[in-house]
């Protein structure tokens, strides 16, 4: 078989050319895949076909041009629109859906697929537009295990991606946990750049020595990961009782480089709860025994 008909058999379609979507379709059409494009405003797929993508001239269309059809659309309302009226052209394929929505969202949409003979992937990309189409770009799924190992390779083409297990509701999961993960390093980092910068440290410099640090941060994720599995908490990276002085002092030292202290407040906040449960001279990954327990503990 040549390269061209194995990539014939692996065509996809791409159903939604907004930010997201187009970039997906140019880290296949970069691959080598045979790419089908549809967009409601069909000009945002001009750029497309000029790349070789192949235009469809409705979703159905696209939809039944490849084996596995890719959605990328602003939310699950609009997905169910659009593949509602066009379900039964699903019957065979696969359908992955990039669209960002929650678990219950993810359940649902599998089972419809499922109902219409279709396999599904809910998805997530996790590293925005700019890195799509290169190994860092991590993309999230999970849904049926047959149904990634078959397009593997084409979903492979859009970064590291990453199947997560059976369940749908998975990569959602993944999604908003990743989320909040990134949002609480760029708070932390929003902050100490607000601090350095009341001392006239250029943002651009502090960035670069706190990227350098980075790797420390992602060694104690490792470490504190098995502990949180076993159910203890050594310290030998610090109690919680000595880190939440020292979150006082980055709390006093804000105030008065006169910042604002709402991260550090609450990060401190975190760390006297769960001295309070008896954790005081715990290693600080017992600060998940608070956060799981929620307000049960206050
Ligand atoms: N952009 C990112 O960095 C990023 C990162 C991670 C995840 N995501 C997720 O990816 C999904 C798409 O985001 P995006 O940034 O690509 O959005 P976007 O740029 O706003 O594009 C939205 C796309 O949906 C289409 N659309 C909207 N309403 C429609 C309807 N009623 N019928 C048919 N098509 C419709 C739009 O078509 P028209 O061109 O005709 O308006 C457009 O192609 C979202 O769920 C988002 O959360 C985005």
């Known amino acids: 078989m040549s390269k061209n008909e194995n990539h014939e058999r692996s065509a996809v379609s791409v159903i939604g050319l907004g930010q997201m979507g187009a970039r997906l379709a140019q880290a296949f059409l970069a691959a080598g895949y045979t790419t089908t494009v549809w967009n409601r405003s069909a000009a945002k ?15 159905e269309a696209a939809v ?17 629109d659009l593949l509602g009226p066009v379900a039964e052209s699903l019957r065979g394929r696969v359908l992955v859906n990039l669209t960002s929505g929650t678990p219950e969202e993810a359940a649902r949409t599998a089972d419809w697929a499922a109902g219409h003979g279709a396999g599904y992937l809910d998805g997530a990309a996790m590293s925005g537009t700019r890195l799509v ?20 390779a084409v979903l492979a083409s859009l970064g590291n991606s990453v199947h ?16 909040g993960l990134a949002w609480g390093a760029l708070a932390g980092f929003y902050h100490a750049v607000a601090l350095v910068g009341a ?18 941060v992602t060694s104690l994720m490792t470490d504190h990961a098995r502990q949180i599995q076993d159910g203890r908490f050594p310290n030998d990276d610090g109690t919680v009782e000595v880190h939440a002085a020292a979150m ?8 008065a480089q006169g910042i604002g202290t709402d991260v550090p407040d609450l990060i401190e906040t975190l760390l006297k709860r769960t ?4 954790h005081g001279v715990s290693g600080i990954a017992s600060v998940v025994e608070t956060i799981t327990k929620g307000e ?3």
């Open 64 to 80: 039944a041009a490849s084996p596995l059809v890719v959605v990328c659309l602003p939310d699950y309302t609009t997905v169910d």
């Open 248 to 255: 006082e002092h980055l709390v006093h030292t804000s105030r």
């Open 296 to 298: 049960r503990n206050v």
């Open 199 to 216: 001392s006239g440290v250029d943002p651009t410099v502090f960035a670069t020595v706190a990227a350098g640090h980075m790797p420390f």
């Open 45 to 59: 797929a001009d750029a497309l076909v000029a790349q070789g993508a192949v235009r469809a001239a409705t979703a």
């Open 275 to 278: 001295a309070a449960i008896g």
């Open 164 to 179: 997560l297990g059976a369940d749908p509701a998975l990569a959602p999961v993944y999604d908003t946990a990743l989320f």
């Open 133 to 152: 189409g290169r190994p860092e770009a991590l993309f999230v799924f999970s849904g049926s295990p047959e149904a990634f190992a078959t397009h593997r």
